[in-house]
């Protein structure tokens, strides 16, 4: 016997709660009812959310950059011992085959009544139907071999994109719109306003303006159209998303626009070595030193043994020795690397330069770009 769950977190239990006027015919009784239950706040009986937690009782959505984990349990339903347990976990996506096994060694023996136990995780990153393909072979007493397979499928719909636009004039704009206009394969969503009862409030306020150097962030939601939701999910190579709409006027009353060209979503390979970033300030002070926190990870086959080099840029400058032995590091292994640097240019900056080098095979690996950070100048700060 075969039992997949997805591994969620638990959420706050809702009820529906029921009142009326103590001159009306049921009296207190819904009260006296809201208060004897045991999954309602005491106090604040009338709130729909209780005290107690629950599990999620279906499987749910799942997006476009989450870690999907599971659990899978193999149960011995019969009287007799079998032998050589091996449970295999596969996921099929729209362009690729992923084997998600913790461990590929068989389990020896198997009691009556007893189980194999084993957790998985993926990083979803394609769009599209996904398969779990659990396979379970096994020996019984006589010697027979056997083998069953069961499928499980879900399906990841939802990309999410979020446009950084900065203000490089010295003179304040009015944003009078910002919208996306997808692709043939997408529909859109604007996560900009919060509504209220009667419209739409904008998250940046009723005056919507936008002072020099000052940057926003607009979110929009993505959903691949039910007529190329298969096609959307093979992400190798270049996706197209769609194109953002800017429209502004200046203090005098000027109109401008700009219209992007389309714009272009990644494949997320990380090729032999990945760099990501695990901490960083939002604001920093102009030429004063910060700090960042980044995570090397091999992502090959191989052991690699790391060299990391930080090189200068116009306006990002690197502290520390460059060039110094970060030492080797196993298949799938991270490390945490603490870097200090500071930046001699104001605004929107892009922290850039660091280059990895593996000695074993004299290859070497650049990024650029590794992440943005907001660069102000404490004195004006001050003045103003």
């Not at 069953?148 to 979020?162: A, G, H, I, N």
Request: hydrophobic share 35%.
């Amino acid at each position: 016997n075969d039992v997949l769950m997805r591994l969620t977190k638990p959420t706050l239990f809702t009820n529906m709660p029921v009142t009326c006027e103590d001159r009306d015919l049921p009296g207190d009784l819904f009260s006296r009812l809201m208060k004897e239950d045991p999954s309602t706040i005491k106090g604040a009986e009338a709130l729909m959310l209780g005290e107690m937690l629950t599990l999620p009782q279906n499987f749910g959505n799942i997006f476009l950059g989450e870690t999907f984990s599971s659990y899978i349990s193999v149960h011995n339903d019969s009287s007799q011992v079998v032998k050589d347990i091996l449970v295999k976990a596969d996921l099929q996506t729209s362009s690729q085959r992923l084997n998600l096994s913790a461990s590929n060694n068989a389990v020896t023996e198997l009691k009556p009544e007893s189980c194999v136990d084993d957790v998985i995780h993926h990083e979803v990153k394609e769009i599209g139907t996904h398969i779990l393909v659990c396979a379970v072979s096994y020996t019984t007493q006589a010697g027979e071999k056997l083998y069953f397979r069961k499928f499980f499928k879900f399906q990841t719909d939802e990309v999410f994109l979020e446009a950084q636009i900065q203000n490089i004039t010295t003179s304040s704009m009015f944003m009078e719109k910002v919208s996306l206009e997808p692709s043939m394969m997408y529909s859109v969503a604007e996560l900009n306003t919060v509504e209220t009862e009667d419209e739409g409030t904008s998250t940046f306020g009723k005056m919507s303006y936008l002072q020099p150097m000052d940057t926003r962030q607009y979110l929009y939601c993505l959903k691949p159209k039910p007529e190329f939701a298969e096609k959307a999910g093979i992400i190798k190579g270049v996706t197209v998303i769609g194109k953002l709409d800017i429209v502004w006027k200046t203090n005098l009353g000027e109109r401008g626009r700009l219209q992007t060209s389309q714009l272009q979503r990644m494949a997320p390979g990380y090729g032999d070595v990945r760099l990501s970033l695990e901490m960083i300030p939002d604001t920093v002070n102009l030429e004063e030193p910060f700090d960042i926190t980044c995570k090397i990870t091999n992502c090959s086959e191989r052991t690699m043994d790391l060299v990391l080099e930080m090189c200068n840029t116009c306006s990002i400058h690197w502290c520390g020795v460059s060039g110094r032995q970060l030492g080797k590091v196993s298949p799938s292994a991270s490390l945490a690397l603490p870097l200090k640097l500071l930046s001699s240019v104001q605004g929107l900056q892009s922290i850039s330069g660091l280059r990895l080098t593996d000695t074993f095979l004299k290859r070497t690996y650049e990024y650029d770009d590794v992440a943005q950070v907001c660069v102000v100048c404490p004195y004006m700060s001050r003045e103003s």
